[in-house]
């Protein structure tokens, strides 16, 4: 699996609704977000982009001890143990964690589309099993996978561009 992602242990749910118990601002991004639109790329992680002001850095802080979250490292099952804070997750700017309920993967300034502001205005409320999250624009998924410009990302873009266009044609 990529990252080294249990797709036993995957449950997306359960770290969305961690960060909505927790009161964690954030948009839903990346693979789970395509998904989420209707991509059929299957993703085994949780990626999202934070509001980054103190007062929810600490509630996303409260939320990865919540999960459990470690430090996600190849080779290394379970990843390492880390400290963190409000002040800590200000000075990042990616985290790959592994956590109970799967991997987690936090951007503070994703590729693309930088800034939390940027993702949110885009976003919509979005609901996926009783969890109640804000999801990335479609348009923005695109966006951000062209400007990271991995393999994995520009293997799916053909595949994004297409359910974009379809959704367009449409409305």
Same mark, same amino acid.
């Given at each position: 699996?990529?990252?080294?992602?249990?797709?036993?242990?995957?449950?997306?749910?359960?770290?969305?609704?961690?960060?909505?118990?927790?009161?964690?601002?954030?948009?839903?991004?990346?693979?789970?977000?395509?998904?989420?639109?209707?991509?059929?790329?299957?993703?085994?992680?949780?990626?999202?982009?934070?509001?980054?002001?103190? =007062?929810?850095? /600490?509630?996303?802080? *409260?939320?990865? @001890? %919540?999960? !459990? +979250?470690?430090?996600?490292?190849?080779?290394?099952?379970?990843?390492?143990?880390?400290?963190?804070?409000?002040?800590?997750?200000?000075?990042?700017?990616?985290?790959?964690?592994?956590?109970?309920?799967?991997?987690?993967?936090?951007?503070?300034?994703?590729?693309?589309? =930088?800034?939390? /502001?940027?993702?949110? *205005?885009?976003? @919509? %409320?979005? !609901? +996926?099993?009783?969890?109640?999250?804000?999801?990335?624009?479609?348009?923005?998924?695109?966006?951000?996978?062209?400007?990271?410009?991995?393999?994995?990302?520009?293997?799916?873009?053909?595949?994004?561009?297409?359910?974009?266009?379809?959704?367009?044609?449409?409305?």
């Amino acid at each position: 699996m990529p990252g080294g992602a249990d797709p036993v242990a995957y449950r997306p749910d359960e770290v969305l609704a961690v960060l909505e118990r927790h009161g964690v601002r954030h948009v839903v991004i990346g693979g789970l977000a395509a998904t989420l639109h209707g991509s059929g790329t299957v993703t085994f992680d949780v990626d999202v982009v934070p509001e980054a002001s103190p =007062a929810n850095l /600490a509630r996303l802080s *409260a939320a990865l @001890d %919540d999960l !459990e +979250a470690r430090v996600r490292v190849s080779g290394v099952p379970g990843g390492i143990p880390f400290d963190h804070d409000a002040t800590s997750l200000a000075a990042m700017a990616v985290l790959n964690l592994v956590t109970r309920a799967g991997d987690f993967d936090i951007t503070f300034n994703p590729d693309g589309v =930088a800034s939390f /502001a940027e993702w949110d *205005a885009h976003a @919509d %409320d979005a !609901e +996926a099993l009783g969890v109640h999250f804000r999801l990335g624009s479609l348009e923005d998924v695109i966006r951000s996978k062209e400007a990271a410009g991995r393999p994995k990302d520009r293997a799916t873009l053909p595949a994004l561009r297409a359910l974009l266009a379809r959704r367009k044609r449409t409305r």
